[in-house]
């Protein structure tokens, strides 16, 4: 197995633990025993709990931007609320169901790294684009589309928290129900700023 390979086993498990345990679980010897790796490995990798953080805010920026990429989200012409609200209710649900732990993971470590500027600030904008809702604002003719991209992304990362960890954390992801749900809540905002 190559260093590279090693290093992301490395952060998927530390992902998984701080998903399924809690952030008190992130220890080298943790990962270690989950992977069944000789004691001090995740160490020789990650020298420090930091450096093994970093690496996890890495993983799950670069994982956001591919999977946002695939996905292809770009509005359709001419724009209409209704769908592109159905666009990117069924991403959020793919989300939701493919990358849960990340998420939890995500919203657990924005939590902890409040005291740390760069590494806050970079999880905090590792999953949704203001940049690209602002391009939807903008091609949608919206007044302020910088206020109300920001004004979508707040909503969706509360939708989101309130999907694996809230009073809607019941409803199944993949399935048209939890679709539908997110469509219904997407599309009241984006008529709603619709000119």
């Known amino acids: 197995m190559s260093t590279t390979d090693r290093r992301a086993l490395i952060v998927d498990a530390a992902i998984e633990l701080i998903a399924t345990q809690g952030i008190r679980a992130l220890t080298h010897r943790r990962i270690d025993a989950?992977?069944?790796?000789?004691?001090?490995?995740?160490?020789?990798?990650f020298r420090t709990k930091r450096a093994l953080i970093e690496a996890i805010v890495d993983r799950i920026t670069a994982r956001s931007r591919a999977d946002f990429s695939a996905a292809q989200l770009a509005p359709?012409?001419?724009?209409?609320?209704?769908t592109t609200a159905r666009g990117i209710a069924s991403w959020l649900d793919r989300l939701l169901d493919a990358r849960r732990n990340h998420l939890i993971a995500r919203h657990t470590l924005i939590l902890e790294l409040l005291s740390d500027p760069d590494l806050h600030a970079r999880l905090a904008r590792s999953?949704?684009?203001?940049?690209?809702?602002?391009?939807l604002f903008h091609a949608m003719?919206?007044?302020?589309?910088?206020?109300?991209?920001?004004?979508?992304?707040?909503l969706?990362?509360?939708?989101?928290?309130?999907?694996?960890a809230g009073s809607r954390?019941?409803?199944?992801?993949?399935?048209?129900e939890s679709v539908r749900q997110l469509s219904t809540m997407l599309g009241v905002f984006l008529r709603g700023v619709s000119p």
């Not at 954390?169 to 048209?176: I, N, V, W």
């Open 141 to 154: 003719g919206c007044v302020d589309p910088s206020t109300t991209a920001a004004d979508f992304v707040a």
């Open 156 to 164: 969706i990362e509360g939708a989101v928290f309130d999907r694996f």
């Open 76 to 82: 359709a012409e001419p724009l209409d609320p209704d």
């Open 34 to 45: 989950a992977l069944g790796l000789p004691a001090g490995s995740a160490s020789y990798y």
């Open 127 to 135: 999953l949704f684009s203001t940049e690209r809702a602002r391009e």
């Open 169 to 176: 954390a019941d409803l199944a992801p993949g399935t048209p």
